[in-house]
């Protein structure tokens, strides 16, 4: 009975005193706690535990919290923040696996844990059956169907790479790119291991996704024309980021065409069932994307000098051909000199009918002129000539009169002007004057402003003034001036 307290009391350094009345030590709970804490992680230091994962909870802080089991006791474990984020696989529950990491106690709940430090699995086939368990309900959404399956571009303008930027995987593909044909190449750097490689492999294919077409109005990245996502050979586990069911999710919804080059040509990620073509390492699927320059000059060069060869060769058999024809038509000579012939015989016959139509008309009329009457002609005549006298005469009548009318109105017309002038010429010899101003002739005084310069017409002359004096203007009733009756 003495021998636990006393390991305990070693643990923790000097025994407290017996109480009295007993000789066995007395503790708080807090200093129980502690010994049992140190006396643990004293004596499991370092220990590797293999298990089942249970109730796995990856809390708000970063830290994770879970429980190995097997068919007879349950050990929690706790995986702190940064130790989570350098694990090579995701802990998901019922993966066996081997955790490293050294025992301790949480005396806030009287319970001894696992503080994990590497987690491995216990050994490839349960991983492998966790694989395929996940394999089979992704086909089961239809995300592996072939008829989702897009056509890769011929020749891509823009290829976007999602890899690590350091590796060599990179090197490989753009050494690849520039010697079968150099394209614009965009690379999205992404980590290919750890925890949080699986998250950012997805952000960059969503990302690529995202981008705008390239043209004018897009002032950022291009969107690819084809993605290229890559990464170098490894274990089944450094390649389980290519495996986790967002990496997975994100290609099968990508709209731009996929390639996945992830490890070797023995390596199959779920990423590989996802994408729209699978090459068998990173420098093969630079190979899918972009064809052989010097191939397809080559090809061209080969395919202009077909067309040529087959232009030439059907121009010669359509030359061969016309000329068979020509050979089985008429000399158009012989046409021509047949038309000609006839177009003089018709000419000829034309200028024959000619004359006899025109001496059969000639002795028409000698005909119809013999049939008149001289003395009814000669009757005719005279009639005519009285008619035409009789309308002479009144046409002559008529235009006297008509003359005698307009000198009259011009008589008259040059009486009445000749009486204005000697009226206004009569009335300046009496005495009257006409007053003249800047806007013509003045009628009324109250117009004339003093100090104007007016000018006077008299019967001999003209003579200016000037207006002056302040009397008011008189004003009189005037008749207004104008033609008078003559009768």
């Given amino acids: 009975m003495t021998d636990q307290p006393l390991t305990v009391a070693a643990a923790w350094g000097e025994p407290p005193a017996p109480s009295p009345g007993s000789n066995l030590p007395e503790y708080s709970v807090s200093e129980l706690s ?52 350098r694990l090579a696989l995701k802990p998901e529950d019922g993966m066996e696996v081997v ?28 991983l492998l059956r966790i694989l395929e368990e996940r394999r089979q309900r992704l086909a089961a959404e239809g995300l592996f169907a072939a008829e989702r399956k897009k056509k890769l571009p011929f020749l891509p303008g823009i290829i976007g790479i999602v ?11 753009l050494h690849r790119l520039a010697d079968r044909f150099p394209r614009h190449v965009l690379i999205w750097p992404v980590a290919v291991q750890g925890e949080s490689a699986a998250a950012q492999v997805a952000a960059a294919i969503d990302g690529f996704n995202r981008l705008g077409p390239a043209g004018p109005g897009n002032t950022g990245a291009p969107r690819p024309d084809l993605i290229i996502v890559a990464r170098g050979g490894g274990s089944l586990e450094d390649l389980m980021a290519f495996n986790e069911e967002i990496v997975v999710r994100a290609a099968a919804a990508s709209a731009i065409p996929l390639i996945s080059a992830v490890g070797h040509e023995t390596d199959t990620t779920l990423i ?40 030439s060769r059907l121009l010669t058999e359509r030359r061969l051909h016309l ?81 005698v009318a307009k000198r009259d109105a011009t008589d008259n017309f040059a ?37 104007a310069a007016l000018e006077l017409e008299f019967y001999d002359g003209k003579i200016g003034v000037i207006a002056g004096g302040s009397r008011r203007p008189v004003r009189r009733s005037v008749p207004p001036i104008g033609q008078g009756s003559l009768f």
Wanted: proline share 4%; aromatic share 4%; hydrophobic share 40%.
């Fill in 34 to 85: 502690l010994a049992l804490k140190r006396s643990i992680e004293d004596g499991f230091g370092q220990v590797r535990v293999r298990g089942e994962i249970s109730g796995f909870k990856r809390h708000g802080s970063g830290h994770c919290y879970f429980a190995l089991k097997d068919s007879d006791a349950v050990l929690d474990a706790v995986c702190w923040r940064m130790t989570a984020q």
């Fill in 99 to 126: 955790c490293n990491g050294r025992l301790t106690t949480y005396p806030g709940r009287s319970k001894y844990q696992l503080v994990v430090e590497s987690i491995e699995l216990a050994g490839i086939g349960a």
């Fill in 163 to 173: 890899t690590s930027p350091t590796g060599a995987v990179i090197r490989d593909i």
């Fill in 272 to 311: 590989d069932h996802a994408s729209d073509r699978r090459a068998p390492t990173p420098t093969a699927a630079a190979e899918m994307a972009v064809p052989v320059r010097l191939d397809l000059l080559a090809e061209l060069g080969g395919k202009s000098a077909r067309l040529a060869g087959g232009l």
């Fill in 323 to 403: 000329a068979g024809l020509a050979r089985g038509l008429p000399d158009p000579r012989d046409l021509l000199g047949a038309a000609a012939q006839r177009l003089d015989d018709r000419g000829e016959r034309l200028r024959l009918a000619i004359g006899t139509r025109f001496t059969a008309a000639w002795q028409r009329l000698d005909l119809a002129a013999s049939g008149l009457r001289p003395a009814a002609l000669a009757a005719d005549v005279a009639r005519a000539r009285e008619r035409f006298a009789d309308v002479e005469r009144r046409l002559a009548d008529a235009m006297g009169r008509v003359l």
């Fill in 415 to 451: 009486g009445r002007l000749a009486t204005h002038s000697e009226r206004h010429e009569s009335l300046l010899a009496r005495g009257y004057v006409v007053v003249h101003g800047a806007g013509g002739v003045v009628t009324d005084a109250a117009k004339v402003k003093p100090g």
